[in-house]
C-alpha cells in the first residue's frame, strides 16, 4: 500500500511536468529526456550499490540527509507524519484516522510478537538448554571423581567443569533477567508495553542467546537437544548439492 501509493504520487507528479512542458510547445522526446535527467539527479542521493548493512553506509545516508530509523518503533510513529497523512488522503488511499488507526495495530502486533518470543525463548533455554548443560556438568564431575578415587590427575576435567558452570550461572542469570522483564509488560498503555519490549525483553533475549551460544561451543555434542550452527550448516550445504 505505501509503495504504491509513493509510485502513484511520482507518476503524478512526472505526468503533470510533462504535460506542462507539451503544453508549452516543447516535442514529446525533448520534454520527457528534460523531466527524467531532473528526476535521476533528484533520486541519485537514495542510490547506493554498496553493502547497506555496512557502518559506512549509515554516516553515507547521514551525509545525504536520508532517514535511518534502526528499528521498527523509531520508524512506525511516521506514519502518521503530516506529509504522509496528506499524501493518503490525497490519492485516497487512507484518512488520517484509518493511518492512525494501523499505527496502534502495527503497536499491538509488535508487542504481542516480542512478548511470546520472549517466553517462547525463556521456555526453550529453561526446559532444553539448561538441563542438557546440567546433565554434561553431572558427566563431567562423575569423571572428576572417579579420577580422583584413581589417583588420577583430572586438571582438564575440572577447568571444563568450571568453564560450563560459569557459562549454567550466566544463562540462568539471563534467563531470570527475561522472565522478570516479560512479566512486567511495561505498562498500561500499547506505546509503553511497545517500548518495554524493544528496550528490554529484546536485549534481555539476546543474553540468553549470547549465553546459549557459549554453552553450544561446550557442551558435548550427543546432549544437545536442539540443532547446532555446524549442524544447519551441513543440511543447507547438503540440500543446495542435492
Not at 98 to 123: C, H, M, P, V, W
Not at 135 to 158: P, T
Not at 170 to 196: C, F, I, M, P, Y
Request: proline share 2%; aromatic share 4%.
Amino acid at each position: 500500500v505505501v509503495l504504491n501509493t509513493i509510485m502513484a504520487e511520482a507518476l503524478d507528479q512526472m505526468c503533470t511536468e510533462l504535460e506542462a512542458s507539451l503544453a508549452d510547445g516543447k516535442r514529446f522526446e525533448e520534454a520527457l529526456q528534460s523531466l527524467l535527467s531532473k528526476e535521476i539527479k533528484t533520486a541519485k542521493r537514495v542510490v547506493f550499490n554498496g553493502d547497506g548493512y555496512n557502518e559506512s553506509w549509515h554516516e553515507e545516508a547521514a551525509k545525504r540527509g536520508l532517514l535511518n530509523f534502526k528499528n521498527t518503533l523509531d520508524a512506525l510513529p511516521h506514519l502518521t507524519d503530516e506529509k504522509n497523512v496528506a499524501l493518503f488522503e490525497r490519492y485516497h488511499v487512507l484518512s488520517g484516522r484509518e493511518l492512525e488507526s494501523r499505527l496502534e495495530i502495527a503497536l499491538d502486533q509488535y508487542f504481542k510478537t516480542i512478548n511470546i518470543e520472549g517466553e517462547t525463548t525463556a521456555t526453550i533455554a529453561r526446559t532444553m538448554i539448561l538441563p542438557a548443560a546440567v546433565r554434561y556438568m553431572n558427566d563431567l564431575l562423575a569423571v572428576a571423581d572417579r579420577a580422583k578415587g584413581l589417583g588420577l590427575d583430572a586438571a582438564g576435567v575440572g577447568r571444563t567443569l568450571a568453564e560450563v558452570n560459569g557459562l549454567v550461572n550466566d544463562l540462568a542469570d539471563a534467563l531470570d533477567t527475561l522472565v522478570r522483564q516479560n512479566a512486567e509488560l511495561g505498562g498500561e498503555s500499547l506505546h509503553e508495553k511497545a517500548h518495554h519490549m524493544r528496550d528490554h525483553i529484546i536485549p534481555a533475549m539476546t543474553a540468553v542467546r549470547k549465553s546459549t551460544d557459549q554453552l553450544e561451543k561446550v557442551v558435548a555434542d550427543d546432549l544437545g537437544p536442539l540443532p547446532t550452527y555446524r549442524d544447519l550448516l551441513v543440511v543447507k550445504e547438503s540440500l543446495r548439492s542435492s
